[in-house]
């Protein structure tokens, strides 16, 4: 499911088409920070599939809605490069965030 999801060939090896965690210095409301960011690509129109970003301050208990989409980029290829970034900045008051991608597919997947 996931080498459809983030539309990379199930023959080859794709370890390099997982999602990608990083930190990126943003300006969000006038005020520059850094933020957690998870990026990945995603294919364009599945209808059959729905992403989910989520984010976790211990790894137990996960929201998902609260990331913020940064970049959505069109790789020509039927698939898209999004950049996520959770709702806080790392210098908030919590001591650790956490990103995951979440796929769920539908009609036999």
Do not use: C, H
């Amino acid at each position: 499911l996931l080498e459809y999801a983030l539309g990379s060939d199930p023959l080859a090896e794709s370890s390099r088409d997982l999602p990608v965690p990083g930190q990126q210095r943003l300006t969000v409301g006038g005020a520059s920070d850094t933020y957690l960011t998870l990026s990945f690509r995603r294919q364009i129109g599945a209808a059959d599939l729905s992403y989910s970003i989520e984010v976790s301050n211990d790894l137990g208990q996960w929201q998902a809605g609260t990331a913020v989409l940064v970049a959505s980029q069109n790789n020509g290829d039927g698939t898209t490069t999004e950049t996520w970034r959770s709702p806080l900045p790392s210098s908030s008051s919590l001591p650790e965030q956490f990103m995951r991608l979440k796929v769920a597919g539908g009609g036999g997947l």
